[in-house]
């Protein structure tokens, strides 16, 4: 009699688990589910236009090739600490690295859960009131920058502004401050996830122009522990897989 | 004399926040400030008896305590650490989603609500640490190093995970996501993750350790006690250099306690198994409020200075002596 009730405890607590998870995860069923395990369908260093060329402006070419020039010198800590640092390759760069990604929807925040050197962006589509800013770190300038979204049907729609400008759009174009990043994101189907990459910044660009990167679904993981600086004292590259 | 915090004078240094958060000292910090004598006994907690009662003994009034060995003493005659603070805790708005009501449900943003503390001086109880000789010469080390203004090379203050105690008990959020294999602890800060294995079989022990040591866990009754051993590199338990060795094991049993007051946390109880440098296991305390308000965490980009080659990979610490 005694031996038995741990047992019906541990099944009634794993009842009450799995009744909480679902709980969990049907009170999210008012906006679409992009939660899961993705990894980029097809590997590349390159944001690519959807249509023709990068269209510069002349300071936003002149910019580019000393980019280009400084990577065949190889002074890569001139214009990528990503490479050189294991800077955080910042928005909308992260949706280029070669490794899986989870995303995870709380509270109506999309936090993007990276498999690199274990980097974060976040997407706020929520009504959560804004935080205190003791420090005025909403000042400075990030990586990832601010993105602030909300849903169009089932694509989220995301605008990142105050983007840092040691970041690069993939791993030679340059953008400045101003850069305005609109990104609508949608399942295609399950195990396919778009985004739609739409890049504003007049200075270094003619007119806004998109690129459009898609992601398979991967099996539910734990990620490794991954730390890039690591790597990069081990002499490796920050990037291992490219 | 007081311990100064020399590493905020330090290009590239990863604990700027905290040290930030040391300008608020005073109140409550999250072990007694003086920890009066142990009023009970439980995991960690001092053997009763050692001493004879006073001429004033009242059968009400607590046991005293029991003499401190020679590395207790050694570890009380060191210069106090800076006194911890943090930041005014976020009010919580009305109509804020609250945790899930399962008790094994651990999900949601939650945030230190107690005063950061540098060093761990005593055990939830208010006993000394129990150090041994070997431990109490590690400490004193480092303490005195920080004094020095010459401190060591830790995990932290070049950007590494620091492992699992100081990367939740510095004050910053994070948020739990659970599955039913494994429960994943995203913290702002170092971008850090924890994982907590619930079945080995789907995330057996890796080939290489890693600096967060491996994970398992199980439910007793509604707590998460979690077993954390195999680590990289031995982890300082906090910012003033609290050894653990490499070979050292944390035990934490974590549970959410809702009382209905709109003021949920959950509770971490770290227990210290290390041979190496304590005389028997000893426990600590630690709580982290419920704040789904700041979910949307800053950014903790450490490596951009950590790792700018003109300067040292070190950030400009020494390298610890080897024992």
Known sequence: MIKSRPRHCAVLAGVLVAAGLAASAAAQAATPNLEGVWKIATPTKTLKPVKGTVPFTEEGRKQYDENKRLQAKGDYDDYDITLTRCN????????LTPERFK???RFGVLTFDFEWNRALRQINASNLPPKDDFMGAGLVPTMTGTSKGHWEGNTLVAETTNISDRTLLDDLVPHTLDMKVTEHIRLLDHNTLQDRIT???PAYFTRPWDAVVTYKRQPAALFAEDVCLDRLQAHQPAFPSQ | MRTEFPWRN????ALAGAAMLALGAGGASAQPANGGPPTATGPGGPPPGGQAPSQGFSPFAPPPPPPMSPA???AAALPPPQPGGSLPLPVLAAGSPMPNANPRDLQGTWFHNQNLEFRMQRDMYGAPAPYNMDGVKVLARRVQSLKDGKPYTNASAICRPPGPEWQHDLNMPFQIFQSKDWIEFVFEEYHGRWHVILNPAKAPRPAQKDYMGYSVGHWDGNTLVVETS??????WLDVDGTPLSAKGKLIQRIRKVDNGDQAPFIEVITTIVDPTYYTRPWSVVRTFGWQPSLTVFNEYNCEEQIGDPSVSAD????PEPKD
């Not at chain 1, 955080?88 to 760069?93: K, Q, Y």
């Not at chain 2, 330090?10 to 240094?13: E, I, P, S, V």
């Not at chain 2, 950030?315 to 020494?318: H, M, Q, T």
């Open chain 2, 315 to 318: 950030a400009g610490l020494l």
């Open chain 1, 199 to 201: 890049i504003e910044d």
């Open chain 2, 72 to 74: 207790q003493k050694l």
């Open chain 1, 88 to 95: 955080s390759p910042g928005t909308p760069r992260l949706m």
């Open chain 2, 230 to 235: 195999d680590f990289k590199q031995a982890p």
């Open chain 2, 10 to 13: 330090l290009k590239g240094l």
């Open chain 1, 103 to 105: 995303i995870w929807q």
